[in-house]
Every structure is written in structure tokens, then in C-alpha cells.
């Protein structure tokens, strides 16, 4: 086997080898480079493969004949093999990815190169102290070169204050190791793990950790870095960012067993506050490449966590670690790399990647694994951090990492949401040489993989978890085909896989009714897709996503898995969203609050097994003493998805500025996982107290006033799926209310209504859907008088609206039914009365709904409107056949229902008597009441017929017009500016405290950054003083004060 | 009296180097005079290393007539720092090197030798 030294000694040969090269000779002197840094990468790979395969075993290289301490040793075990090569196939890819930069530059940057890898490999493998400092101070001097590649102002001053900051940090480096010396009397990291307990010895450990945690660029003492992120070539940055960041922390790891232990949670800290701030920082850049600056410090503070707590972490270390540093290497690389090839630091320039779909992908992949969503590694590794330091009640640092995480989201997302909307004004097809294309792909190829092994080494390689993603994956490449057959494709998939799936499940009536609920609502919501020309690019693999999601949900077994199907089926539909035209902001609201949601819940999820060990969180006996915390946790990450008010002002955006076929599906199917999650965690943990407050009391009015807000909210919007999508708050409310009874009668209203809300809300929105694909606006106000063009449409507004009102004899009136019994036996008085009042508006808004679209006159421009497309209205018929027969035969849905609540729950049951409903208070009679309604709608019908049968008929414009033809003939229609009269009365309810409330603390947020950012004066000497500064604090918060 | 040993007086002086060298570095405005602050603060370090191997009564590590070649590591010096400050003093040239290129290329861009004007990537 080839020696590891010879890493360095193929290096050195090379960098010589290129001196003597002539100017003339470039282009084959590239080559040369480029076959020595593969030779590098033959040499660590073929340690990694021997290593991982146990034909090798871990080794030192002594040099000089002596044994440590009295000579320099390289070790090569399984780390530093991973890390070298890392950093040698990182350096091959430069090359080939510099190859038109070192074409033209001198030899003198060839070598330079080599340097730079020579000194990453020997900082890796080195265990001698002293020689480490060389290696890095020739690692500092080659970066200082690699920065001006691009010679300009910017990298040249950014350079010097790189050089600047290294020189401060050396010269600690370079006391702690002569004090350390002169301490132990070796320069040998193993032989000097007693340092700290000689006397002085802990100051000598301190001033080299120290050296070393600014080296590894922690907020607040790394505006050098920064600064240089900003102006280096990108292939620079990225080397920075994936290799160097990663060997230095690597140096980390290997001096820990010398540093204290009770340091370890203090230097643990400073990583995350760096991974919090500096993430929050980046929320405010314009400039991508200082964007990806802060983001790759935040990495490095959350890396430098891991390592610090090694200890802590023991049997989990290198599962976290290896998660968050290979996304870190792949992702970073990427994301740099690509902005090498956009060539510019403007979000709005990166629409050309929209032109070449593989590299968008890619892209996209590469902000979806930073970001930490599945199925990528820091996903698994950000959840089995939070997991082990919530066993050790680290909450303060649960919560620096949840902050973190989500300003991460925020700025990536922020980004993405721009490049996918950034497609227009582009040049044409940009050229993009194959060097630059070929190393993306292959660290896109990388991350694909490695995240392939994350989910395989946690046995998720299953029907739930990896066959779901496989059909993602198998979308992705067929993206190329067209709709229609992709459509066929989704839907076939989704049906074979609820027939393998229907046995595993069939048993539990649960799972049965939400995966109905969300297969076939799926499946359903697809149908109208049939209706779309063209290959819809990057529609199906999310919609895939996003069901898929869905179904992990329902039958998961354990917390991750649950989780992993809540962060995919977000992602998906966050996708969806982001598709429609005006859905950039929407879109990146959405994400962000269901970000936030989710972090709330994964809180959740690190608090639980305190209470229930490794219970699944919707399997618990309820009743669960204590556990206040973790119930609001988890009800405020699902109230964000059901979007209970105050939290609900991403909602009708996003529902809106979706595509309109798809918001059935992120809406009107996608809303009950919401509804799932609370549905569990009211059953499984029963009553629970918070400070002495009833927490389902509390949710109760929460539901109440929602409901009322909804609903008020739909009143007066002109926007026909705002309207819908508000209408869906009032429903949420009302089933949150429903749940927080915590009765029997009170669930089973929950779970039946969630039943109907997804029919006639997926039924309604399909029906706008196929008004506006006819129409081509979104505003009642310029529709009217549909009815006779639209018939059909308006049957499925016209079923659905009495069922939302709960109107007799329609489903809906079952509910409200059992509402009344429910609220009567809970003695919820005030409450249920709110919650009635709000079925009193949403009369209004309903109206409003089939009266302006529908009824009156139909406009000019609409005359020659069709009907909406079969496909469009295949689906909503289908639904409308499902609530006829809930409205005549409502047990069959609401018995088994009933079984599902488990027999902890309080309260009184409805009993059936064949069709008869029976409670303590009264009884129902569902298909009574649909007789007796036909029969008097029928006897009235037949009465008008022929009283009316002499009447003649009147077309549109037969009638008399009075007075003066308006200005604005819109103004004047019956929609606009509807209830006008109850705005002026009740408008003060609506004030948008909620928008304010959270705009206020986006504006903060901002302000804040500003503030803290301002710090980064971009002097120099700034940098240096930050870098004493941030020793000294360090001291003291070590040393408490006294001496070491 | 007895803290004024030659070693004392190196290392003491060696810190007040590092710190005027600092202390420069961090105040100066002009580029050139950074760089000398900096090749103060390495001096001071590099006397450190020197003044922290010596023992007093030895010689410098170096075999010839006068020390013999018996009992040698009661003659000498600790040999190490001696060594490794021969390193620190290349690799503290060759940072001055380069921090020099780097001067005079900010110089070429903006014609100016003031820290100050160099701050064009910030926040």
C-alpha cells in the first residue's frame, strides 16, 4: 500500500515539476496538475476503501527514523482518510473546474494550488503540534494567493486582511505551542492530554484552542472571512467553505482530548451562537457570495458544536457530524460552484439556471440539503443532535439551533423562491462549458448518494420511507414527458401503492379514514392536471412528494418517520405553491411558518421521551402528568398548519397564488395533516395544564375566535380563492374548537368534519379552478350570471355552500347537530355561541360566492364562456355523490369514526338506532330529513311551475336601464365592495393585527441585523482587534475570572 | 534581584515586542507600517521561544571541542525551541513577503496606502 506521505511527497514533486515549466507550456502544465491531484486521490481514496473494508489497518508514518515524540508522525485511520480524501478530490475538481482560470493564469497559481492541498492534508494527518502551525501558516499563505485570482480591489484588500487576522491567530498558535512545549517537554499531541493539570499548562491549552477556534472563523471575530467569501473566485470560496473549514475543525476534534472537560459545553456554545447569528446575518444579504460567506461560518459553527461535544454525544458523534459535514462539503461546493458558472452575486441573474433544468435541479437539491428537510443527511442528523440534547435538558442550545435553523430556511428559501421566479429577461440558452457543469453534477450525484446510505444505515429503506422517494426520484427523470402521461403515471403509482398499502392498515379505522383522505383526495386532485399542455416541468415530482408526505404520516411507528413525512409533505407543497405566477412571497411565507411549525414540533419531539420514552407521540395511554409543554409545543406546530388565527396570515397567499389545479391539493387534502397531528395529541395526551391553565380551554377559544376571524375575513374579499382559503380558517377553527371539548361527541365532530371540509373545500376550489381556467380572473366582481354557461360548476358551489353552512338536508347539518348536543353537554356556552355566530357569516360570504359568480349578469367579455373541462369536473361530481350519500346515510361514516376514539375520552356517545341519532338531548333522523326536504322542495317546485307556466321569458338585456351609464361598470356589480354596510359596523374586528404583529417582527428582525452586521466595518484592523477581543472574552468565560 | 535572569529579561522583553508590535498593528493606518508592527510582534515571539529554552550556564547546542561529546544535555540549551524558532523566523519572512506583495498591489489599485480606503467588502 502506498504510504499517505506520499499525499505530500506527489504534491511537493508536482509544485516542482511546474517551476520548471515554461510560460508556453500552460495548458499541459494544467494537466499535470490535474494528474496530480488524482494521483492524490488514488492515495487517500485507496486508504478510505481499504480502511472501510478492513483490507487496511489505521497507521502511523514516522519520519526521521525516530518515534513520537522525538519525530514528526502522519496517521492515517478512518478520519483522516475521510478527510483527505475529501480534500484531494475537492482539489482535483478545482483543477478541472479552474481549467479555463489556469489556462490563462501563471504557473506560479499551479503551485500554489498544490501548496494548499499539500498543507490541508498534512494539518489532517499531522500529530506533531509545531508542525502543525507550519502547515498551516503555508495552508494561510496559499489561501492569501488563491484569493486574488481574480485580482481586483476587493479580493486584494480582503487578501491583506486575511493575512492580517492570521498573523494575530499564528502568533497565538505559536505561544500556546512554545508554552506548551515548555510545559511537557514534547510537541506530540498524544502525549499531551495531561497538559492542562500542570500548573500553567491549562493557559498553554487555552491560547492553542483558541488560536485554533478563530482559525475556524466564529462569530463574532470573523469579518476577515467574510470579506474574503465576498471577493474570492467562487471555486475559492467554495475550497474555503468545504475543505478548509472542515480540516480545521478536524484540528479541533484531534486537540479536545487535551482540553478540559468543563470547557467542552463553552466552546460548544460559541458554535452555536455563531450558527444562530451568523444565519440570522445572512437573512439580510443582497450579495450572494458573502449569502454563501455566512452561511458556510454558520456550518462551521454547527460543525465545531458537534465536535466540541464529542463527548457528549459518544455513540451519536459521528452519525451528526458525518451528516452535517459531507452536506456541508457536497452543498457548499455546489452552491459555490454554480456561482461560478451564473457569474454574478445578483439573485436575479441566477434565472439562467431555469434554462438548463439539471443544474436547476441540482440547485435545488443543494438549498433543500443545507436547509436540513429530507431526505438529506443534515435532516437525520440536525434530529439526532436535537434528540440527545434534549436528553440532557440542553434546552438554551435546542433553541439557539432551532433559530438558527430557521433564519437558515428564511435566506435560502428567500433565494431559491427568487432564482424559480427569476426566469424571465434571461438571454437565451446560456453556454455553460462542460468543465464547470461536470463537477456540480457529480457532488449533485454525491449528496443524492450520501443521503441514500443516511436513510439505508437507519433502516428506513422500506415501503414507507424509501419507495415513496424512489418514485419521487422516478419523476424527476421522467420530468421530460408530458403531463398527460406523467399524470397517468402519478396516479397509477398512488393507486397501486394504496392496494399494497391497504392490508398493513386496513385493520385500523384511523389510519384507513386519513389515508383515504389523503390517497384519494390525491388522486383526485390530479384528475383535473389532465386539462394541462405541454411536460408541466417539476410539477409531478413534488406533487409525488407531497402526498407521499402525507401517507408517511398516517402510519409512521415511530417520531422521526413522522416527522421526515411532515418536513417532505411541506417541501413538496411549498414547491407547489411557489409555481404559481404571483407566488414568490406567498411561497416563501408558507415555508417559513411552516418551518417554524416544524421546529416547534421537533422541540416537541426532543421533550417527549422525558414523559414517554420512545413512545410514538400518537400512541400514548393519554393522561400523561406534566407534559403542558410538549402538548403546546406540538398544538402550536400543527395550529401554524391549520392556520389558527395569529397564525394564519400565510394562508390565503399561499392557497391563492398557487397554480390553481393544484390548490385543491395543498389545501383542501393537505390542511387535515394539521388536523391528524391534533387529532393525535389531544387523544393520546389527554388534559393537560400550563401555569395552571386548562390548555383544551384555552384551545377552545383559540378555535372560537378563529373560527369567527375566518370567516369575517372571507366576507369581503373579491378574490375568489382568497375567499375559499379563508372560508378554511373559519373551518379550522371550528375543528379546533370541536377537538378542545375533548369529549366524545367532540371528537367525533372533529374527525367528521374534517371528513367534509376536505370534500367540499377540495370540491369547491376545484370549481373555481375551472371558473377562473374559463374566465381568466380571480375577482367576483368581473364574473356574473355563470350560471347558464356553467351549470354544472355552479351544481358542485352550490352543493358544497349548503354543506359548508350545514344546512339541512345536507351533510353539514350533521355536524352542527352534534355541535349543539356537544356544546350543551360541555357547557361551553359563550364559546359555542361565537363558533355559531361565525356559521352566521359564513351565510354571508357563501352568499356572496354563488350570487356574484353565478347569479346576475353575465359580462360581455363572458359570453362565450364554456363550461369547465370534464376533467375539471369529473373529481368535484365524484365528491358530490360522496356527500349525498353522507347526507342521506351519515352512520356510515360517523360509526366508524366513533371507534377511533379512544375510551379514555369523557362524555357522551350518539347512539344509533337504525338511522336514528340518539342523544340524551334529542334525537336525528338524516334520511327523514332528506325526505321530508325533497318532498317540500319538490311540492313547492312543481307549484311555481304551474303558477308560472303563462310567464314570459326575459333574456339579459331585455329590461330597462335607468339613470346614467357608470364609469366603472364593475363598481356598480352586486360583488363589489359587498357588506360594505358590515365593514363600517364591525371593520375594527378586523383590524390585521396578525399581519402587523408579524410584520413588526420582520421589521425588527431587520433592524437588528443592520445593527449587528454594521459590526463587520470591513477595516482590517477592526478584524484583528475583534480577534483579541473574542480571546479574551473567551478567558474570562473560561477562567471565570481568575487565572488558569 | 534574583528575577533578573537573562531569561526574564528575554521573555519580558519579548512580550513588550508583541505587544508594541500589536499595539502598532492594531493603531497604524498606513499598510507599510502595519507590516513592520508585524514583524515587531514576530521578533517579540520569536525572543519568547528563544528565551524560554535557556538555561542558564549552558551553550547553544552545537558539538565541538569545547563541549565534548559526554553529559551533553547538561551542557546544552534546550535544542527544540532553537530549532523551531529558525522555523517561526522563515515562516514569519515569508508572511512578510507576502503581506509586501499584497501592499503593493492595494497600492497599484487605489493609490493609497491607508487601510482605511480598503473597505469595500463589509456588513
Redesign the interface.
Known amino acids: 500500500m502506498v504510504s499517505p506521505v506520499h499525499i505530500v511527497s506527489i504534491g511537493l514533486i508536482t509544485a516542482f515539476l511546474l517551476g520548471l515549466g515554461k510560460k508556453s507550456q500552460q495548458q499541459m502544465l494544467v494537466f499535470v496538475l490535474m494528474i496530480a491531484t488524482a494521483a492524490m486521490t488514488m492515495v487517500s481514496g485507496s486508504w478510505l476503501i481499504g480502511l472501510m473494508t478492513g483490507s487496511l489497518k489505521p497507521t502511523d508514518v514516522f519520519t526521521a527514523g525516530f518515534k513520537p515524540p522525538f519525530a514528526i508522525n502522519l496517521r492515517m485511520t478512518m478520519d483522516e482518510a475521510v478527510l483527505t480524501t475529501m480534500v484531494n478530490v475537492f482539489g482535483f475538481l478545482t483543477v478541472i473546474y479552474l481549467f479555463d482560470v489556469l489556462k490563462k493564469a501563471g504557473k506560479h497559481l499551479l503551485s500554489i494550488i498544490v501548496v494548499f492541498l499539500i498543507g490541508l492534508n498534512v494539518v489532517v494527518m499531522t500529530r506533531d503540534l509545531f508542525n502543525l502551525f507550519v502547515f498551516l501558516e503555508i495552508t494561510s499563505i496559499a489561501t492569501a494567493g488563491l484569493v486574488i485570482i481574480i485580482q481586483d480591489s476587493k479580493s486584494i484588500s480582503a487578501g491583506f486582511k486575511f493575512l492580517m487576522a492570521s498573523s494575530v491567530i499564528s502568533g497565538i498558535l505559536l505561544i500556546g505551542i512554545i508554552f506548551a512545549y515548555s510545559y511537557v517537554g514534547n510537541l506530540n499531541i498524544d502525549f499531551m492530554t495531561n497538559l492542562s493539570m500542570v500548573k500553567g499548562g491549562a493557559v498553554a491549552v487555552f491560547l492553542v484552542m483558541t488560536a485554533i477556534i478563530l482559525e475556524s472563523k466564529q462569530f463574532p471575530a470573523n469579518g476577515w472571512a467574510l470579506d474574503m467569501y465576498e471577493s474570492a473566485h467562487p471555486a475559492i470560496g467554495s475550497a474555503l467553505s468545504a475543505v478548509s473549514a472542515p480540516a480545521i475543525l478536524f484540528v479541533v476534534y484531534k486537540l479536545m482530548p487535551m482540553v478540559p472537560e468543563n470547557w467542552h459545553p463553552v466552546i460548544g456554545l460559541l458554535g452555536l451562537i455563531t450558527f444562530a447569528f451568523s444565519n440570522f446575518l445572512a437573512t439580510r444579504q443582497e450579495n450572494i457570495r458573502r449569502m454563501l460567506g455566512y452561511s458556510s461560518v454558520a456550518q462551521g459553527g454547527l460543525m465545531l458544536t458537534v465536535v466540541a461535544m464529542s463527548v457528549y454525544f459518544g455513540q451519536s458523534f459521528w452519525f451528526i457530524i458525518l451528516g452535517f459535514l459531507l452536506t456541508n462539503f457536497f452543498a457548499k461546493a455546489g452552491l459555490f460552484w454554480l456561482n461560478g458558472i451564473v457569474n454574478s452575486d445578483d439573485q436575479n441573474k441566477w434565472g439562467i439556471l431555469r434554462k438548463r433544468p439539471v443544474l436547476f435541479f441540482l440547485f435545488g437539491v443543494f438549498v433543500v440539503a443545507m436547509a436540513g428537510l429530507p431526505p438529506f443527511p443534515t435532516f437525520f442528523a440536525k434530529w439526532e443532535m436535537i434528540m440527545q440534547l434534549a436528553q440532557g435538558n440542553g434546552w438554551g442550545w435546542i433553541v439557539l439551533i432551532l433559530l438558527g435553523s430557521i433564519f437558515e430556511i428564511a435566506f435560502l428559501f428567500k433565494w431559491f423562491g427568487r432564482v424559480f421566479h427569476a426566469v424571465k429577461d434571461q438571454p437565451a440558452e446560456p453556454v455553460i462549458p462542460w468543465f464547470k457543469e461536470f463537477p456540480v453534477m457529480l457532488f449533485g450525484a454525491g449528496i443524492l448518494a450520501t443521503s441514500y446510505y443516511f436513510i439505508k444505515y437507519q433502516q428506513f429503506d422500506n415501503l414507507f420511507v424509501l419507495i415513496p422517494l424512489l418514485i419521487v426520484a422516478a419523476f424527476v427523470v421522467i420530468d421530460f414527458l408530458p403531463a398527460f402521461i406523467k399524470n397517468i403515471l402519478l396516479i397509477a403509482a398512488l393507486t397501486f401503492y394504496g392496494y399494497i398499502i391497504y392490508p398493513e392498515i386496513k385493520g385500523n379505522i384511523m389510519q384507513l379514514v386519513f389515508m383515504s383522505v389523503f390517497l384519494v383526495g390525491g388522486i383526485l386532485t390530479l384528475i383535473p392536471g389532465f386539462a394541462t399542455k405541454g411536460t408541466r416541468a417539476g410539477f409531478y415530482p413534488f406533487a409525488a412528494m407531497t402526498i407521499f408526505g402525507l401517507i408517511m404520516l398516517v402510519n409512521p411507528g415511530d417520531n422521526l418517520t413522522f416527522f421526515m413525512g411532515w418536513e417532505q409533505m411541506a417541501l413538496g407543497s411549498y414547491i407547489l405553491i411557489l409555481r404559481g405566477k404571483k407566488a414568490e412571497r406567498p411561497a416563501q411565507q408558507y415555508m417559513l411558518f411552516s418551518a417554524g411549525g416544524a421546529y416547534l414540533m421537533l422541540a416537541a419531539f426532543g421533550m417527549l421521551p422525558h414523559f414517554a420514552g420512545d413512545t410514538f407521540f400518537g400512541n400514548l395511554s393519554g393522561l400523561i402528568p406534566g407534559a403542558g409543554v410538549v402538548f403546546v409545543l406540538f398544538a402550536l406546530g400543527f395550529m401554524l398548519k391549520t392556520a389558527a388565527i395569529g397564525l394564519h396570515i400565510w394562508l390565503p397567499g399561499a392557497y391563492s397564488e398557487a397554480e390553481d389545479d393544484a390548490t385543491p391539493l395543498v389545501s383542501g387534502v393537505l390542511i387535515n395533516a394539521g388536523v391528524l397531528g391534533l387529532f393525535w395529541i389531544v387523544t393520546s395526551f389527554g388534559p393537560q395544564q400550563l401555569f395552571g391553565y386548562d390548555i383544551f380551554q384555552l384551545m377552545g377559544w383559540i378555535g372560537a375566535i378563529t373560527a369567527i376571524g375566518g370567516n369575517m375575513l372571507a366576507i369581503y374579499e373579491e378574490d375568489m380563492k382568497r375567499l375559499i382559503a379563508y372560508s378554511s380558517v373559519g373551518a379550522m377553527g371550528y375543528i379546533i374548537f370541536a377537538l378542545s371539548m375533548d369529549s366524545k361527541l367532540g371528537l367525533l365532530i372533529a374527525l367528521y368534519y374534517m371528513v367534509l371540509h376536505f370534500i367540499y373545500k377540495t370540491m369547491l376550489f376545484m370549481s373555481a379552478a375551472g371558473v377562473i381556467y374559463r374566465t381568466k380572473t380571480r375577482n367576483m366582481y368581473e364574473m356574473g350570471g355563470l350560471i347558464k354557461s356553467m351549470p354544472w360548476s355552479f351544481i358542485v358551489v352550490l352543493i358544497g355552500i349548503i354543506t359548508l353552512a350545514g344546512m339541512p338536508p345536507l351533510a353539514g347539518f350533521a355536524g352542527k347537530w352534534m355541535f349543539y348536543n356537544a356544546v350543551v353537554m360541555k357547557g361551553w356556552y359563550l364559546q359555542g355561541t361565537m363558533v355559531f355566530f361565525s356559521g352566521i357569516v359564513a351565510f354571508l360570504y357563501l352568499y356572496k360566492l354563488i350570487a356574484s359568480v353565478f347569479l346576475g349578469q353575465l359580462k360581455d367579455n363572458h359570453r362565450r364562456v364554456k363550461e369547465a373541462p370534464f376533467v375539471y369536473l369529473l373529481p368535484q361530481f365524484i365528491f358530490v355523490i360522496a356527500i349525498m350519500v353522507l347526507s342521506i346515510f351519515p352512520q356510515v361514516l360517523l360509526e366508524p369514526l366513533a371507534t377511533i376514539i379512544p375510551d379514555r375520552v369523557p362524555g357522551e356517545a350518539i347512539l344509533w338506532d337504525g338511522r336514528l341519532a340518539m342523544t340524551s338531548f334529542g334525537y336525528w333522523n338524516a334520511f327523514a330529513v332528506m325526505t321530508t326536504v325533497i318532498v317540500m322542495f319538490a311540492t313547492i317546485f312543481l307549484w311555481l311551475t304551474y303558477h308560472s307556466r303563462k310567464a314570459q321569458k326575459v333574456k339579459q338585456f331585455n329590461i330597462v336601464f335607468a339613470a346614467e351609464r357608470p364609469f366603472r361598470p364593475e363598481t356598480t356589480h352586486v360583488s363589489y365592495n359587498m357588506f360594505a354596510g358590515y365593514k363600517k359596523a364591525l371593520g375594527w374586528l378586523m383590524t390585521p393585527l396578525a399581519t402587523q404583529f408579524w410584520t413588526g417582527i420582520s421589521d425588527w428582525s431587520t433592524a437588528i441585523a443592520d445593527k449587528v452586521r454594521s459590526w463587520y466595518t470591513g477595516n482590517g484592523q477592526t478584524y484583528a482587534m475583534h480577534l483579541l477581543l473574542y480571546a479574551f472574552v473567551l478567558y474570562l468565560l473560561i477562567s471565570g475570572g481568575k487565572i488558569l | 534581584m534574583e528575577y533578573l535572569t537573562l531569561q526574564n529579561i528575554g521573555l519580558v522583553t519579548g512580550f513588550m515586542l ?1 505587544l508594541i508590535g ?1 499595539y502598532g ?3 497604524q493606518k498606513n ?1 507599510l507600517r ?1 507590516i513592520v508592527a ?1 514583524t515587531i ?2 521578533a517579540g ?1 520569536n525572543l ?2 528563544v528565551a ?2 535557556y538555561i542558564k550556564g549552558r551553550v547553544a547546542p552545537i558539538i565541538d571541542q569545547t563541549t565534548g561529546v559526554t553529559n551533553l544535555s547538561e551542557k546544552f540549551v534546550d535544542p ?2 532553537q530549532a ?1 524558532v529558525l ?2 523566523i522563515v ?1 514569519g519572512v ?2 512578510t513577503g ?2 509586501l506583495t ?2 503593493l ?2 497600492f497599484k ?2 493609490h493609497s496606502l491607508d ?2 480606503d ?6
Not at chain 2, 480598503?118 to 456588513?123: C, N, R
Open positions: 508583541m500589536l498593528a492594531l493603531t499598510i502595519i508585524f510582534f514576530d515571539l519568547v521561544i524560554l529554552s527544540i525551541p523551531l522555523t517561526s515562516i515569508g508572511v507576502v503581506m499584497f501592499a498591489r492595494m489599485t487605489r487601510i482605511n480598503f473597505k469595500q467588502t463589509k456588513w
